[in-house]
């Protein structure tokens, strides 16, 4: 039977996200929740009569995870960016490199933060830097966008202990070491041609205006950047919001790889270090020098972060259904049809592993679960390698790059987060990954040549 092929509930949900948000224009959180339940109709596994009760729990599922790190990331953007901590941190990192290498202050923050952070998390920290920025430098938003995306990109697919790299590592029998040291030898070069070169490129081919994001408009970010430095908070005060969940959420990703299970630690590293406390004490952190610095009553702080909430809201509701799309994907079994066909398909190993990984996550959405998947259905192929799993490992890893598009909740997340258009999108963070995919397997196919490690 022809709907009993997942690559119907794929080609039909495709086209009905390009009607329903393309054509037609209706608002992404509307579209996406319609193309959801068209897909759910379509899809054999999903009963017809629990499509709306399945939408609505991949919707919560989402949620659960998004909900709390997103509005307290509303917060910390609106107050780092009105309180002028924003502007600071930005002339800081100008004094250092010049308004001409500014991306490259950037780059290297989302590379290191990625680290120990979720992408997202890194996302919502670093843009209200790349906005002042924007706003001081007059241009190359493109490029700041672009290197954001890029940094974050190149060490949470490629780099452990962040989870999903870490998890592939343990699947193909890669030494941690081993999958550190070739994963940031990849992941460096990836991240330059996919964040600065690109970046530089697309950049004179549009312009993006600064927008209105995260509850602050863009003339009140211009004003920051024309106030003097002795009006602004100071560097260490400016910096806690973002240091701060940074540490939080890195001891407890450290603490997990060192300790060994049932360390007393670790109840209170798992705290602490969950996006939810973390986020919501660099909210508190940021708000304080928002109330501070701008001499506000309560009851006008209460008002300000209430409009924050309001944008934060938005930003969840898109993101959620964004989720649940690529949910509703799963559900219809493509992501294993896909890996499935090609694994059959006579194409060398490491080209497979990229591939399998790649179409798993232009079907389904998230990057996470496509190098999961990837590394699980390669494993067992591993053998007849002439060189080391750990390029396998990172074969997966570039091809989960491969595109991100509307079932993609982190695509949602930059539009929004970034205050710029779906072409836009498309145009930095959609293209951000497709280069760094195809950069990646070429350094990976260059690397297990040059030095097999076998």
Excluded: C
Aim: aromatic share 8%; glycine share 10%.
């Amino acid at each position: 039977m022809v709907l009993s092929n997942p690559m119907v509930p794929f080609v039909v949900g495709l086209l009905a996200v390009v009607l329903l948000l393309v054509w037609l224009k209706l608002p992404a959180f509307v579209g996406l929740i319609i193309a959801t339940v068209i897909v759910g109709v379509v899809t054999p596994e999903v009963p017809f009569a629990e499509v709306p009760t399945t939408t609505a729990e991949a919707f919560g599922d989402v949620l659960v995870g998004i909900g709390i790190p997103i509005l307290m990331a509303a917060v910390i953007g609106k107050t780092l960016m009105e309180s002028g901590a924003a502007e600071r941190i930005v002339r800081a990192f100008l004094g250092i490199t010049g308004n001409e290498n500014s991306e490259y202050a950037l780059l290297g923050s989302s590379y290191i933060l990625s680290i120990p952070v979720f992408f997202d998390n890194v996302f919502y920290l670093l843009a209200p830097i790349g906005r002042s920025m924007r706003a001081r430098t007059g241009d190359k938003f493109a490029v700041y966008i672009s290197v954001l995306s890029a940094g974050a990109l190149g060490t949470h697919m490629l780099v452990p202990p962040t989870p999903g790299p870490l998890a592939m590592a343990a699947e193909l029998n890669v030494d941690l070491g081993v999958a550190m040291g070739v994963g940031a030898l990849v992941a460096i070069p990836t991240t330059l041609v996919g964040g600065v070169v690109y970046g530089r490129w697309i950049d004179p081919r549009m312009d993006i205006p600064l927008r209105d994001a995260m509850g602050t408009t863009a003339e009140s970010v211009r004003e920051n950047a024309d106030q003097p430095i002795d009006e602004l908070p100071g560097i260490v005060e400016a910096t806690l919001p973002i240091v701060v969940p940074v540490v939080f959420i890195a001891s407890n990703t450290i603490a997990g790889v060192l300790l060994s299970e049932g360390a007393s630690i670790l109840s209170v590293t798992a705290f602490f270090g969950d996006p939810n406390i973390a986020l919501t004490a660099a909210a508190l952190l940021s708000s304080w020098t928002f109330y501070r610095m701008k001499d506000l009553t309560r009851r006008e702080l209460e008002s300000e972060l209430t409009e924050a909430l309001k944008s934060g809201g938005n930003i969840i509701a898109i993101t959620a259904a964004g989720g649940a799309f690529g949910a509703m994907l799963q559900s219809a079994g493509i992501g294993d049809y896909i890996a499935g066909n090609l694994s059959e398909v006579g194409i060398p190993l490491l080209m497979t592993g990229w591939l399998i990984a790649g179409l798993i996550r232009i079907a389904q959405g998230s990057g996470t679960v496509a190098i999961l998947t990837g590394a699980s259905i390669m494993a067992p192929l591993t053998g007849p390698l002439s060189v080391h799993p750990v390029y396998m490992m990172m074969a997966v890893g570039t091809g989960g790059m491969l595109f991100a598009w509307y079932n993609d909740s982190g695509w949602w997340i930059v539009k929004e987060v970034a205050g710029i258009t779906q072409a836009e999108t498309f145009k930095t963070f959609s293209a951000v990954n497709l280069v760094m995919s195809v950069t990646g397997i070429t350094v990976v196919l260059v690397l297990s040549t040059l030095m097999p490690l076998q």
